[in-house]
């Protein structure tokens, strides 16, 4: 084991897919890169092992017996506990990415098989730095006063990885999430599509911007009073997004 993989924090993987071939496929991969994991063979034993064993990321089949991959995906979003754990799709057909990534089951990426499992690594990675960067922010915060981002009735807690609009809970995503962060921390300021698309996905993919649009557009149906008249997330046609905090 090399040393930049020894420093690696322990992140544990949940793959939940019912082919031992690619069960067997997949661990040995994570387990090479130094992560632990844990496999589960149905939609109900993945929805056990979420709930007793905190996975840091889940990679999750949607074809499964007793439920399939999109009903646990729907389960964990709507769970409190698990709403902002990271999820992999694999094996939808292009037709469910939409549904895949949206509102209905906020998943967090996807893979369409057959998959390259460089690919997959590359992906699994980049999902992770993104869960340590903000446990990186937690921890140098350390005992301080949590720093809240505010505009108007939406508070934003970063080490909370909370988000409330007038008081109320927003069960966020992970990318939803990232996504909003940045936002609010330059209020006022035109980011563009390229850069959030840069800064939250980070890595290349098929992804272009208007996954981007596609994400603000489900974020917005969870912190926007009236998401056709967004307060909070502006348009800026043809360029990109900005957060502008109080009503306007
Ligand atoms: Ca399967």
């Not at 939940?16 to 994570?30: A, K, N, P």
């Not at 698990?82 to 694999?90: D, E, G, V």
């Not at 990426?109 to 460089?118: G, T």
Request: glycine letters at 6%; one cysteine or more; hydrophobic letters at 40%.
């Amino acid at each position: 084991m090399t040393d930049a993989k020894k420093n690696l924090k322990k992140h544990l993987v949940l793959v939940v897919e019912d082919e031992e071939d690619i069960v067997r496929l997949i661990s040995y991969h994570l387990e090479k890169e130094g992560y632990s994991v844990l496999s589960a063979g149905s939609g109900p034993e993945a929805l056990d092992y979420v709930f007793e064993h905190h996975p840091d990321l889940v990679i999750l089949d949607i074809m499964l017996p007793e439920m399939d991959g999109l009903e646990v995906c729907r389960r964990l979003r709507s769970s409190e506990k698990t709403a902002s754990t990271p999820i992999l799709i694999l094996s939808a057909r292009k037709e469910e990415l939409d549904r895949v990534l949206g509102l209905e089951m906020g998943a967090d990426d996807y893979m369409i098989k057959p998959f390259s499992v460089r690919e997959l690594m590359a992906r699994v990675k980049a999902m992770l730095r993104r869960v340590e960067h903000f446990a990186g922010i937690q921890d140098s915060a350390g005992r301080e006063e949590e720093k809240v981002l505010k505009g108007g009735d939406l508070l934003l807690y970063p080490e909370r990885y909370r988000v409330t609009v007038a008081g109320q809970n927003c069960n966020l995503t992970h990318k939803e999430f990232v996504l909003l962060h940045l936002l609010m921390l330059h209020p006022g300021k035109v980011l563009t599509r390229e850069l959030l698309l840069d800064r939250v996905w980070g890595y290349e993919v098929e992804v272009d911007t208007r996954t981007v649009d596609v994400h603000i557009r489900y974020l917005r149906q969870k912190i926007e009073p009236d998401p056709a008249n967004p307060r909070y997330i502006e348009t800026v046609r043809g360029v990109g997004y900005r957060f502008a905090g109080e009503p306007g």
